[in-house]
């Protein structure tokens, strides 16, 4: 079915002026696949004003060639036209496959195409490979990572969501050259939402701490002690998600399936089970040290090194050590 069907692409997700990382990471992995297809990367930027030089930053992170769609309906992301100008790309261009970050809006968009254009999508996917007739392989995971389905779409293009975290970020080659092309799409709707104001705040980006303290509902009733821990050590604050779902901490602090990938040194992990939902998220830690009340709690056997004890108890002594009591 490949045969009219041509290239992979790349949705590069913006943040203002910049790509933001998690559609690098795509790019990066989108190379590997192409270079075993030998087929044409195509990164595909939409906006208003100053996409060129975005387009040139992709072409040096690894796309051969960079589509532009610009239009002020297009400056700020919103669903609709977004959707729109991306499903009529797909059925003008005709590529085989696209991918996009399994970010908020990157999860947002592919699925609206997906049901638009009549697409399979395979979503969140932490594996990809691609077999010599072209056809996308991706892994799925299920059960908060306990297991893998490798999935392939059967209709054209090939769509995936691609999580972020999972792949690393490609190295920037300047020497890399390219072509940055606008195509016409036609008028693309008007929003059905207008933005009135824009609430800016700061967002904790834990993907990339090397240092750790985890909080899980066993300390829901004293989650600042840990946050308090976090912070004389120096380490970032992260939490599990049902602390997150009750309000008690950031939605963007949760780890797991669902939540932040994280891939610290160290990680200190405080009244948390272990189930497989979260440890999805911290596998990439080098070492794991746990406290739980329960000797037969799960997070114990994911552990370098584990205490069980009451974390109410201890952070603490553990306080009163770091301040020098
Ligand atoms: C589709 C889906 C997606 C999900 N995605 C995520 C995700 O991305 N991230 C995530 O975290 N969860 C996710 N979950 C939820 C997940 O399955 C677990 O319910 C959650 O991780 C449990 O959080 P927890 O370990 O903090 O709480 P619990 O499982 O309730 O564990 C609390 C632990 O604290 C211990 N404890 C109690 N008191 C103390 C004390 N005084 N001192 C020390 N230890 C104590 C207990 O022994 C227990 O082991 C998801 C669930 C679903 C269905």
Same mark, same amino acid.
């Given at each position: 079915?490949s045969?009219?069907?041509?290239?992979?692409?790349?949705?590069l997700?913006?943040?203002?002026d910049?790509?933001i990382?998690?559609?690098?990471?795509?790019? /990066?992995?989108?190379?590997?696949?192409?270079?075993?297809?030998?087929?044409?990367?195509?990164?595909i930027?939409?906006g208003?004003?100053?996409?060129?030089?975005?387009g040139?930053v992709?072409?040096?992170?690894g796309?051969d060639?960079?589509?532009?769609?610009e239009d002020?309906?297009?400056?700020?992301?919103?669903?609709?036209?977004?959707?729109?100008?991306?499903?009529?790309?797909?059925?003008?261009?005709?590529?085989?496959?696209?991918?996009?970050?399994?970010?908020?809006?990157?999860?947002?968009?592919?699925?609206?195409?997906?049901?638009?254009?009549n697409?399979?999508?395979?979503?969140n996917?932490?594996w990809?490979?691609?077999?010599?007739d072209?056809?996308?392989?991706? /892994?799925?995971? /299920?059960?908060?990572?306990?297991?893998?389905a490798?999935?392939k779409?059967?209709?054209?293009?090939?769509?995936?969501?691609?999580?972020?975290?999972?792949?690393p970020k490609?190295?920037l080659?300047?020497?890399?050259?390219?072509?940055?092309?606008?195509i016409?799409?036609?008028?693309i709707?008007?929003?059905?939402?207008r933005?009135?104001?824009?609430t800016?705040?700061?967002?904790?980006?834990?993907?990339?701490?090397?240092?750790?303290?985890?909080?899980?509902?066993?300390?829901?009733?004293?989650?600042?002690?840990?946050k308090?821990?976090?912070?004389?050590?120096?380490?970032k604050?992260?939490?599990?998600?049902?602390?997150?779902?009750?309000?008690?901490v950031?939605?963007?602090?949760?780890?797991?399936?669902?939540?932040k990938v994280v891939?610290p040194?160290?990680?200190?992990?405080? /009244?948390v089970?272990?189930?497989?939902h979260?440890?999805?998220g911290i596998?990439?830690?080098?070492?794991?040290?746990s406290?739980?009340?329960?000797?037969?709690?799960?997070i114990?056997?994911?552990?370098?090194?584990?205490?069980?004890g009451?974390?109410?108890?201890?952070?603490?002594?553990?306080l009163?050590k770091?301040r020098?009591?």
């Amino acid at each position: 079915m490949s045969g009219e069907f041509k290239g992979i692409w790349v949705y590069l997700e913006r943040r203002g002026d910049q790509i933001i990382d998690p559609s690098i990471e795509v790019l /990066g992995k989108a190379r590997e696949l192409a270079e075993k297809s030998r087929d044409e990367i195509v990164g595909i930027i939409l906006g208003y004003r100053g996409l060129d030089k975005l387009g040139e930053v992709a072409i040096q992170y690894g796309s051969d060639k960079v589509y532009i769609i610009e239009d002020p309906v297009l400056e700020e992301y919103s669903t609709i036209p977004y959707a729109e100008a991306i499903s009529r790309a797909l059925t003008k261009y005709k590529p085989n496959i696209i991918l996009y970050p399994a970010t908020r809006n990157g999860r947002d968009l592919a699925g609206r195409i997906s049901a638009k254009l009549n697409l399979g999508l395979s979503a969140n996917t932490v594996w990809l490979d691609i077999s010599s007739d072209g056809v996308l392989l991706a /892994g799925v995971p /299920g059960f908060g990572g306990a297991i893998m389905a490798v999935t392939k779409c059967l209709t054209r293009p090939q769509m995936a969501t691609v999580r972020p975290g999972v792949f690393p970020k490609p190295q920037l080659d300047p020497s890399r050259r390219g072509s940055v092309e606008r195509i016409d799409v036609g008028k693309i709707p008007e929003p059905k939402i207008r933005v009135v104001e824009r609430t800016f705040y700061e967002v904790e980006d834990i993907s990339k701490a090397e240092a750790i303290v985890v909080a899980g509902v066993g300390l829901r009733d004293n989650v600042e002690i840990v946050k308090k821990l976090a912070e004389e050590l120096g380490w970032k604050f992260g939490a599990t998600r049902p602390l997150s779902d009750e309000g008690l901490v950031p939605r963007d602090i949760f780890i797991g399936a669902t939540g932040k990938v994280v891939k610290p040194k160290i990680a200190l992990i405080i /009244g948390v089970s272990g189930a497989a939902h979260f440890i999805s998220g911290i596998t990439g830690a080098e070492k794991i040290i746990s406290i739980n009340i329960d000797p037969e709690a799960p997070i114990h056997s994911y552990s370098d090194y584990s205490v069980t004890g009451d974390g109410y108890k201890i952070v603490p002594k553990l306080l009163e050590k770091i301040r020098g009591e």
